[in-house]
């Protein structure tokens, strides 16, 4: 009965994300003149003053100097959100060096193989309207226990470290080929390392397959960086990552809040 239960977990969507890596140039803004220079923050920081659920982050080391993240309830707004940013007269002085799109996500492993093997129990057939409509009463019911996890506020801590991550798809060593039990089992190891630090960092996971170059989008928050370090550090000893997890690059910034964006722009003038 089993092999014919779905291989897919069940999941459930929230908030849509963007992050936004730029990199000023430096000749460009020197050379402008400090009118110019002043007219350009003081409109940057009204606008991005103006937007709730966005961060700045100033980054640390040579993949770029401003990392912004946005949280919106869709891509129509994050599109919106993107435009008018690149409208703004900063723009002419920052040089795009990458960006990351995904979705808000929660995988529900333990609930996917309590539906579908309670359906299959009672010869309901995957894919038939009464499969389908249960699922989807299952997922409305997460959808509203779980609505501040799916649409969370940006963490106000000091510190952001972010990256993005695939499951590997190798021919000798295949996540997507283990049956949904073990996934799961190994799922709750590796969250159970990350409760560990429960106190000392939070998390947003967000979902990328199909939107960008990698499966997941990981941010991490917290007061102290080193935290970033050691629970990093530690997961790469559970299965689910010795085994099973690449790692994209990694971003680290410090949380520059809007109204002193014109003083990390001056640095060096």
Not at 16 to 45: C, D, I, N
């Amino acid at each position: 009965m089993e092999a014919t239960l779905p291989a897919v977990p069940l999941t459930v969507e929230g908030s849509s994300v963007l992050h936004q890596m730029f990199r000023l140039r430096w000749p460009a803004w020197k050379a402008a003149g400090a009118s110019t220079r002043e007219e350009a923050l003081a409109e940057a920081v009204a606008v991005l003053g103006g937007m709730e659920q966005s961060a700045v982050y100033s980054l640390l080391g040579h993949k770029g100097d401003l990392l912004l993240i946005h949280l919106r309830p869709s891509f129509e707004e994050l599109n919106q959100t993107e435009l008018r940013l690149a409208a703004l007269k900063l723009a002419d002085y920052l040089e795009p060096t990458t960006s990351y799109l995904s979705v808000v996500e929660l995988g529900l492993y333990d609930s996917s193989l309590r539906v579908y093997k309670g359906l299959a129990e009672r010869g309901v057939a995957p894919g038939t309207p009464e499969w389908d409509r249960e699922v989807e009463e299952a997922l409305a019911q997460h959808r509203k226990a779980m609505a501040p996890r799916l649409f969370p506020a940006i963490p106000e801590s000091r510190y952001l470290c972010f990256y993005p991550m695939d499951r590997k798809r190798a021919e000798s060593v295949n996540w997507y080929c283990l049956p949904m039990e073990k996934r799961r089992s190994l799922m709750r190891e590796h969250g159970e390392i990350g409760r560990k630090y429960a106190g000392q960092v939070k998390q947003i996971i967000s979902g990328s397959i199909g939107l960008d170059d990698w499966e997941w989008g990981v941010d991490l928050f917290a007061d102290d960086p080193v935290a970033f370090k050691k629970l990093i550090y530690e997961m790469r000893f559970d299965e689910a990552s010795a085994l099973y997890a690449l790692f994209g690059p990694f971003y680290v910034g410090i949380r520059l809040p809007v109204g002193e964006l014109g003083e990390r722009l001056k640095i060096g003038l």
